[in-house]
């Protein structure tokens, strides 16, 4: 069984090869671009989550598998790498994340600019009039928390992570 989308990406190469596209091609364009910037997110995202997840376990690991034979020089290097490695991927992720959110506003613009400029497409929006626009965005700012923040997150948690090994070791 085969699934189609709901709305299909627009050929590019045809509509550039005839020239002049129609405000229905550039719209379904436009919405295809901001789709593929949202899986762009979603992808760095889930690439974050999930090698701060396997830092996390290896984290605690280290930090509960203190051994007679290394004693507690392990305790003091091992976690404290992992904290740094995971600092350093959370500061890695956030400038992507902050591009395809960049790009995703450029095309949410001409979008909006192509629903002004062609009363016709109204039908084909959730906002057509300026409050409703201010409201989701409004809206899309606060479901897009998650994503501008959780770098953050991470960096403040490695960062206290890092330290307390070093804290328990001198106590």
């Known amino acids: 069984m085969m699934v189609e989308t709901a709305s299909p990406s627009p050929d590019t190469s045809e509509i550039i090869t005839r020239g002049h596209p129609t405000d229905n091609e550039l719209l379904a364009f436009y919405r295809s671009e901001i789709r593929f910037e949202t899986e762009v997110v979603n992808g760095r995202l889930q690439a974050l989550l999930g090698s701060q997840a396997f830092l996390v376990i290896a984290y605690a690991t280290a930090m509960t ?3 007679k034979r290394w004693g507690d020089s392990m305790v003091l290097l091992l976690p404290p790498l992992f904290s740094l490695l995971g600092f350093v991927l959370a500061v890695m992720a956030l400038p992507g994340i902050r591009a395809a959110y960049a790009a995703i506003r450029k095309w949410e613009d001409k979008q909006r600019v192509l ?12 906002a057509p009039n300026e409050n409703e626009t201010r409201d989701m965005m409004r809206r899309a700012q606060r479901g897009a928390l998650f994503a501008h923040q959780a770098p953050f997150i991470f960096m ?8 307390i090994p070093f804290y ?3 106590k």
């Open 115 to 126: 629903h002004q400029s062609s009363p016709d497409l109204t039908d084909f929006t959730l």
């Open 168 to 170: 328990l070791y001198l």
């Open 65 to 67: 598998g203190s051994t």
């Open 156 to 163: 403040i948690a490695w960062a206290l992570f890092g330290i």
